[in-house]
């Protein structure tokens, strides 16, 4: 499992999201090895994860620059790790028992590379955003930017058995090792966002399979927006990779500022203050 710890704070009540997200990977079976990634946090925090990798064998923390962008510490954090599969598993998000040992089951029989991934609780039980559903192209950047509703993602039957989707988060996302390294990791060009989606794209690209598996679940703690800046940068990086079409490629031209419109004046209607 690798989490990368970011500017980590303690939540409203005073608790360390972090901590009960590290307690609840290391109850899980099937992690044989947790991955801590440090990434520019307060040196307080930092202490408190050396001394949580003192006292486990199966702990490892890894300190990366601040200037890294979060795909990058992501990126240096499966360098590190040993295991046949890795685990992606954000900071705020607490695993339910069993979840893991869903997720790598549902892979079995995936076409390489396969990516699962999980369902995202909030803390009242209600469903996040955690899966896209339908074909993604340069111009699902306008969805994403709006908020417009997706295609349903409609279940199987059998309880074991996972949906094949567009793209699942990378806040809870299993993936092998070998099918990580052929898709080079995550961009790490991606500043904050939307560099799981890329990933998902470029392994349906090599004809992959990408997964979700609702009976994984994981409870998120925090689900932080990112700045409007970074929304942007990751929504148009995406759109110039995907771009294949005369017109998508013509649209990846504009992308930077006919998203960045998009988004402020969605601020706008909500009633938040321009940047």
């Given at each position: 499992?690798?989490?990368?710890?970011?500017?980590?704070?303690?939540?409203?009540?005073?608790?360390?999201?972090?901590?009960?997200?590290?307690?609840?990977?290391?109850?899980?079976?099937?992690?044989?090895?947790?991955?801590?990634?440090?990434?520019?946090?307060?040196e307080?925090?930092?202490?408190?994860?050396?001394?949580?990798?003192?006292?486990?064998?199966?702990?490892?923390?890894?300190?990366?620059?601040?200037?890294?962008?979060?795909?990058?510490?992501?990126?240096?954090?499966?360098?590190?790790?040993?295991?046949?599969?890795?685990?992606?598993?954000?900071?705020?998000?607490?695993?339910?028992?069993?979840?893991?040992?869903?997720?790598a089951?549902?892979?079995?029989?995936?076409?390489?590379?396969?990516?699962?991934?999980?369902?995202?609780?909030?803390?009242?039980?209600?469903d996040?955003?955690?899966?896209?559903?339908?074909?993604?192209?340069?111009?699902?950047?306008?969805?994403?930017?709006?908020?417009?509703?997706?295609?349903?993602?409609?279940?199987?039957?059998?309880?074991?058995?996972?949906?094949?989707?567009?793209?699942?988060s990378?806040?809870?996302?299993?993936?092998p090792?070998?099918?990580?390294?052929?898709?080079?990791?995550?961009?790490?060009?991606?500043d904050?966002?939307?560099?799981?989606?890329?990933l998902?794209?470029?392994?349906?690209?090599?004809?992959?399979?990408?997964l979700?598996?609702?009976?994984?679940?994981?409870?998120?703690?925090?689900?932080?927006?990112s700045?409007?800046?970074?929304?942007?940068?990751?929504?148009?990086?995406?759109?110039?990779?995907?771009?294949?079409?005369?017109?998508?490629?013509?649209?990846?031209?504009?992308?930077?500022?006919?998203?960045?419109?998009?988004?402020?004046?969605?601020?706008?209607?909500?009633?938040?203050?321009?940047?």
């Open positions: 499992a690798i989490v990368v710890a970011h500017k980590v704070r303690a939540d409203a009540s005073g608790r360390a999201p972090l901590e009960l997200c590290l307690r609840s990977a290391l109850a899980e079976d099937w992690i044989d090895e947790l991955v801590i990634v440090d990434h520019d946090n307060a307080e925090i930092s202490s408190t994860l050396r001394a949580f990798e003192a006292d486990r064998r199966d702990v490892r923390v890894v300190k990366t620059h601040p200037d890294l962008s979060l795909a990058a510490a992501a990126n240096v954090g499966a360098s590190e790790a040993r295991g046949r599969w890795l685990l992606f598993l954000n900071a705020d998000v607490v695993l339910q028992r069993g979840a893991v040992a869903k997720l089951a549902a892979g079995g029989e995936a076409h390489q590379p396969w990516i699962v991934g999980g369902r995202l609780l909030d803390l009242e039980g209600r996040r955003r955690a899966v896209r559903g339908g074909s993604l192209n340069a111009f699902s950047a306008i969805a994403l930017a709006v908020g417009w509703p997706q295609p349903a993602v409609r279940a199987k039957r059998r309880d074991d058995a996972a949906t094949r989707v567009s793209a699942v990378g806040a809870l996302m299993l993936m090792r070998g099918d990580f390294d052929l898709l080079e990791g995550f961009d790490e060009q991606f904050t966002d939307f560099a799981d989606l890329d998902c794209r470029r392994a349906a690209r090599a004809g992959g399979s990408v979700f598996q609702p009976d994984a679940s994981g409870v998120q703690f925090e689900f932080a927006q700045r409007r800046s970074r929304k942007v940068q990751g929504l148009a990086r995406f759109v110039a990779k995907s771009a294949e079409t005369p017109i998508e490629r013509a649209f990846a031209r504009v992308a930077k500022p006919a998203l960045a419109t998009l988004l402020a004046l969605k601020d706008l209607v909500a009633g938040r203050p321009p940047a």
